[in-house]
């Protein structure tokens, strides 16, 4: 199958996600397009069926804001027409789900039809949808997909909830590369940061307030009183200098480090011992996700979609959003020499449940119902 996919070329989850599914289904012999503004942070290899083409966004002064949405349209029509792809898959809602009706509509009129599935994230959402200037763009170019997915039952029930939403939605969760996402020796590592046999934790994200990194750093204030430990803060965003100050303000810099960006990921969590995750809200949890396929037990707040992962007692524990009390508690359980062992044996153990190669199928499968719905309804 030929398959189009468009989306952000960032660290967010919903790029990283659409760029190692489409790495993923290249490798099981289907052809991939990427069609985006720059390359993506993830398409680190070569393969003979994956292609890359780039959105020229033309810069005229007319404009005050370019204009990314059309010059997107423009860029999936002459894919699909040029490369005669079987389906567009477009990840996360604003625009590409619009810009994609477009292109639809376009190819339509060249007698060209071409099936659009939209898979919903999060944020396109939950925080971005629920703005008034955009809701009736995101209801209508969700109702006017051939196919739609969400990441998480959460999720699904977040759209029907705020969206008029007529089209039936497929749950399809977030998956892992366990080949990639698996704990390494990295012991020099790990004693370059705890040379006095400290405990290891570790936080990532795109520091927005949404995860509530303030969080992160209170229960760690603590729980280095009760467990001697480090911590790591990996990413970057709005937020970091914010959290740099409140970590000096609270005499934290000699036991807090800040990483920024970083592609491999999996070498940090592979000295980790506790992954913290306390966001207001999540749609699935996919930084979680990662931590427990490198054997590393999470503390996360109980929002979104975080429930369908975590599974207290068992891979972490979970707390109400904000209270950080709880966390230090559990912190400080899991990090107990008796118990971390058994925690870190159950997180593999729930990642390899979300292993690709259990997930893949999911999507192949429903790309081929919804190709096969449309090629009956062109036959109409």
Avoid: W
């Amino acid at each position: 199958m030929k398959i189009g996919i468009v989306c952000y070329p960032t660290f967010g989850g919903s790029g990283v996600v659409a760029t190692e599914l489409g790495k993923a289904l290249a490798t099981v012999g289907h052809q991939v397009h990427f069609i985006t503004y720059s390359q993506p942070s993830r398409l680190d290899f070569f393969n003979e069926n994956i292609f890359y083409h780039e959105v020229i966004i033309p810069s005229y002064p007319l404009f005050q804001y370019a204009p990314y949405e059309s010059a997107l349209s423009s860029a999936m029509v002459n894919v699909v027409k040029y490369y005669k792809l079987d389906v567009l898959h477009v990840h996360y809602a604003i625009p590409h789900a619009s810009s994609a009706y477009l292109a639809k509509q376009i190819l339509r009129s060249q007698g060209i039809h071409i099936p659009v599935i939209t898979t919903l994230h999060g944020t396109d959402i939950t925080l971005v949808g629920k703005d008034k200037s955009y809701e009736p763009v995101i209801t209508f170019s969700i109702n006017e997909s051939d196919g739609v997915t969400a990441v998480s039952e959460y999720l699904k029930k977040e759209t029907y909830q705020h969206f008029a939403i007529t089209k039936d939605i497929e749950v399809i969760p977030n998956f892992i590369d366990l080949e990639r996402f698996q704990r390494q020796q990295k012991d020099h590592f790990k004693m370059a940061i705890c040379p006095n046999g400290e405990k290891l934790v570790v936080h990532t994200s795109n520091f927005r307030k949404v995860k509530r990194i303030d969080d992160v750093v209170l229960m760690f204030d603590q729980l280095r009183h009760l467990v001697p430990s480090k911590l790591l803060l990996v990413g970057d965003g709005p937020e970091r200098n914010r959290i740099e100050n409140l970590c000096r303000e609270l005499d934290l810099m000699t036991c807090v480090r800040f990483l920024g960006k970083l592609d491999a990921i999996e070498e940090v969590l592979s000295v980790a011992d506790l992954f913290v995750m306390p966001s207001e809200s999540e749609s699935f949890g996919l930084a979680a996700l990662e931590a427990l396929a490198c054997e590393v037990p999470i503390i996360t707040s109980n929002a979104g979609g975080l429930p369908e992962l975590n599974l207290p007692g068992i891979t972490g524990f979970m707390s109400n959003v904000g209270d950080v009390e709880d966390m230090v508690k559990n912190a400080a359980f899991v990090l107990q020499d008796d118990n971390l062992p058994r925690f870190k044996a159950n997180a593999l153990a729930r990642a390899k449940e979300f292993d690709l190669k259990n997930i893949l199928p999911f999507y192949e499968n429903f790309y081929q119902k919804v190709v096969d719905e449309s090629k009956l309804m062109c036959a109409i």
